[in-house]
Each structure stands twice: as C-alpha cells, then as structure tokens.
T-cell receptor, first 109, second 114 residues
C-alpha cells in the first residue's frame, strides 16, 4: 500500500456545488494531518489542520477517520476561486511530513 | 520577512554546469524539506533535515544531487553536471518540529537547464 493515496482528478464542478475529496494513508500511527492548497505556479499553503473531532472553517470541513485511515475535505458552495490543487499531508513512521500527489479541482461558472 | 526565503528565484544554466540553490528557513524551525516539482506534476520529495542531520536521503534522484544544512539554519541543494531533466521548480519548506506542526514553503527556485 502506498504511504498516501489521492485521486488526482480533475474534479470539474459548477459554482455553488458541494465537493468532497478523500485521502488514504498507510501509517496507522500518524498523529498529524493537514490539507494544503496549491495554486498554479505557486507554492503550497496550509488550508487547514485536521483534528480527530473534525473541524470546520467557513465553507471548508475536514474530517479524520482513523479506523479506515483516511482524511476528507468537504467544500460547500464552491467558488471560482476554489479552483486549485488540494494536497493531503500527514506524518509518516519517521515523523516526517509526507505529501500526497494532490487532487485538482476546477470550479466552472 | 519572517517566511521561508529561497534564492535565486529563477536560474537558467547550461547542461553540464553545477548549480547551488539556497533556502533560508523560518528562524527556529528545526525541520527543513526539499521538494522538486516538474510542470503539471506533484511534489517529489528529495531530502529532509532534522537540525543539521539528514535522516532520509532516499529521495535524492542520483549522486549528482547533494544537500547540506549548517547552524540549523540555511540549507543548500547542489546539483552537479545538470541535465535537462533537472529542469523543475525546487521548493524548500520548514517546520517548527519533526512532523507535528505544519510546514511553510518558500516561493521556490525555477531551474531551467538549456
């Protein structure tokens, strides 16, 4: 099993839609989880941390499912400006932050 | 500024030349990462430093690539005898500790080998 698996997409959704991405990880001992956003030709930036109890930031909700070893990101009421690549991140067995390959989201008018 | 700083921002070099890429992490950040990103591709892990030590060098693609870090601060990624396939954006990131807090990225060095 790969350390981290993400559907590369692209996910093409209309404005206002709700879209969700999942990311599976292999290290059951991972403690830290994050979602990053990367715009075209820019560096990745932290979108939000993922807490065990789940957390919400405006239109964005992140959840952790330890039993099935995946994290999810839900975006409600999608905006054109949400178009980007979303990267999941967790700490591996060596306590190094490991990045997924990213899921590309395209929000269309 | 207080962010991760990388230099140069752009570098064009001739095939076969050596290049040095520099990363100044956020002050006090003990962990430092180097990644490579080819156009339209995901992040490719190169190397990771805890302090000045590199416990994981598995990502370096060949012996032409090397990296060092001194004073638990600045890091240099060196590519010897550059090849056209080395053309990419090289990104550096730092974090406060080892894997428990988020990493902050620099704006990258865009390397073009002609």
């Amino acid at each position: 099993r790969k350390e981290v698996e993400q559907d590369p997409g692209p996910f093409n959704v209309p404005e206002g839609a709700t879209v969700a991405f999942n990311c599976t990880y292999s290290n059951s001992a991972s403690q830290s989880f994050f979602w990053y956003r990367q715009d075209c030709r820019k560096e990745p930036k932290l979108l939000m941390s993922v807490y065990s109890s789940g957390n919400e930031d405006g239109r964005f909700t992140a959840q952790l499912n330890r039993a099935s070893q995946y994290i999810s990101l839900l975006i409600r009421d999608s905006k054109l400006s949400d178009s980007a690549t979303y990267l999941c991140v967790f700490n591996n067995a060596g306590n190094m932050l490991t990045f997924g390959g990213g899921t590309r989201l395209m929000v269309k008018p | 500024g207080a962010g991760v700083s990388q230099s140069p921002s752009n570098k064009v070099t001739e095939k076969g030349k050596d290049v040095e890429l520099r990363c100044d992490p956020i002050s006090g950040h003990t962990a430092l990462y180097w990644y490579r990103q080819r156009l339209g591709q995901g992040l490719e892990f190169l190397i990771y430093f805890q302090g000045n030590s590199a416990p994981d060098k598995s990502g370096l693609p060949s012996d032409r690539f090397s990296a060092e870090r001194t004073g638990e601060s600045v890091s240099t990624l060196t590519i010897q005898r550059t090849q056209q396939e080395d053309s990419a954006v090289y990104l550096c990131a730092s974090s406060k500790d080892f894997g428990f807090t988020e990493a902050f990225f620099g704006q990258g060095t865009r390397l073009t080998v002609v």
